[in-house]
């Protein structure tokens, strides 16, 4: 739930581990601003597990060669890039 004007960061990805959960693949992916975790497990309606940091917890998932940055990092990046002086014109 979320007060007025704000809105909700929900995972990027959500794969469920419950029991009896068919086979997926998730590889190759650029995530970014996944403040909840970028690939989640779910059983039914509860979180378990961020997959992305326990890639082969579960025997029917795949995950792997994913990039994830979070929304705080990716606001860092920015910033300090625009604050780079520009660099000198080669002669």
Known sequence: MTSEG??????????????GAGTAIVTGNMI????KGAIVGMDFARA????ERE??????LQVSGNRVRSAARLAVSWSTRSQRPAKAPSP
């Open 55 to 60: 890639p082969t917890r579960f025997a029917n």
């Open 32 to 35: 970014s601003g996944a403040a």
């Open 48 to 51: 378990v597990t961020d997959l």
């Open 6 to 19: 704000e809105t909700e960061t929900l995972p990027m990805f959500t794969m469920s581990v419950a029991n």
